[in-house]
């Protein structure tokens, strides 16, 4: 008897090993790899072994002892890997300019010697005297660092190992994460103030109205999220449909800016993300009895009153659910932004790509996804907590 349940759990079991692969693959992974990529800086330490071994035990007054930059030397002559040696410029540069001339001279004069002579670094360049390149050196050493993470809110450390302010006007992560947060909250309040009546409206009907109404919150869905905003952008166009038909009715004399700039961003996302308000209140307040609001009514309360007292708490759970999808759905966007919004418009997603993309700065964009990752997960806890809550089940 006992073999059989232990067949059926195998076999239950066997069912989900695909289900489980697939999010290992494509959800954890990815994840594990963005962490990772913020915290861990290796590049240095193994590409310059002899180099970091040596250097952590110099204090970091004056200039390193002659053992550190022996050992240097025969690091750059034994460096055969030219992506990974790359690398380690292009990551001592960013920490201080001037790198990637020095470390490409100096290993071309190494590499050009004798190997039992010892090179007096000092001679090849007059830089290596100044402690700022070895200071530089001896903090790229660790293979986990903070750098990334602080650099992602325009933090950094300083001499002394104290976190300071960026220097104004070199970095504007922050800048662009706060309005990356604003544009999500202004959208949400947006679907929410759409949603929550057409929600209301769509269980309030029936049959082909109702049907109707469904649709037309589905089909965008449907179609590709660059062909909707392509369509926006042909919409908020001075001479697009919307600024004609204005002009048609005689509301306006000239045509609105409604492209390249907030406004634009603001409708065109909160119409692409409007399904996902819609259908978790429409999934409520199915399940709303509909002779509430006449009970309501039959007790002395008015249609404003009802819907305050009565109406709205129960649904509170579907919009509070939608606000959510909303908001962490918004947080993330960089089609629409990049097609119709302005320089001054562009969110944390594009700087993640520019980084990643366009500087190979891997570090950092995975350090701006940490922090983007983080925000969702405190936002998915407060909602766990508020769900539980008596007072919004409407008990």
Not at 130 to 144: G, I, K, M
């Amino acid at each position: 008897m006992s073999r059989a349940p232990a067949r059926e759990r195998m076999g239950a079991l066997l069912l989900i090993v695909p289900l489980l692969a697939f999010l290992a693959v494509f959800f954890l992974w990815p994840l594990w790899t963005m962490v990772r990529a913020s915290v861990v800086d290796d590049t240095v330490s193994r590409v310059l072994p002899r180099t970091a071994a040596a250097i952590v035990s110099w204090d970091g007054q004056g200039l390193p002892p002659t053992q550190v930059q022996q050992a240097l030397v025969e690091d750059l002559r034994q460096a055969d890997d030219q992506q990974a040696l790359g690398e380690t410029v292009r990551r001592l540069n960013s920490a201080v300019s001037g790198f990637r001339t020095l470390l490409t001279r100096t290993t071309n004069a190494v590499r050009d010697g004798t190997d039992a002579v010892a090179v007096d670094l000092g001679d090849l360049d007059r830089r290596w005297k100044e402690p700022r390149f070895w200071l530089a050196l001896r903090d790229a050493v660790p293979p986990y660092t903070d750098r990334n993470l602080l650099a992602a809110v325009d933090m950094k450390r300083d001499a002394g190992g104290a976190i300071v302010s960026e220097d104004p006007g070199a970095s504007a992560n922050r800048l662009i994460m706060f309005r990356t947060f604003l544009v999500a909250a202004i959208v949400t309040l947006a679907s929410a103030a759409i949603g929550l009546p057409y929600a209301m409206l769509a269980a309030a009907v029936t049959g082909w109205k109702r049907t109707a109404l469904l649709l037309a919150v589905l089909v965008p869905l449907w179609t590709s999220l660059l062909v909707r905003t392509t369509a926006w952008f042909v919409l908020l166009q001075n001479e697009g449909l919307i600024n004609r038909a204005l002009q048609a009715m005689g509301l306006i004399d000239s045509p609105l800016p409604l492209i390249f700039n907030r406004v634009g961003v603001v409708i065109a996302m909160t119409h692409v993300l409007l399904p996902f308000m819609v259908l978790p209140i429409y999934s409520v307040l199915l399940s709303v009895p509909r002779n509430l609001m006449q009970a309501a009514a039959s007790m002395g309360a008015g249609p404003l009153r009802a819907f305050w007292r009565v109406l709205l708490p129960l649904s509170l759970p579907g919009l509070l659910s939608g606000s959510l999808l909303v908001f962490m759905v918004a947080i993330g966007y960089y089609i629409t932004p990049a097609l119709v919004g302005g320089a001054n418009d562009q969110m944390i997603s594009s700087v993640i790509a520019f980084y990643a993309m366009g500087t190979a700065n891997w570090g950092l964009a995975g350090a701006l996804g940490v922090i983007l990752l983080l925000v969702t997960m405190i936002l998915y806890f407060i909602y766990g907590r508020l769900s539980k809550s008596p007072q919004l089940l409407g008990a």
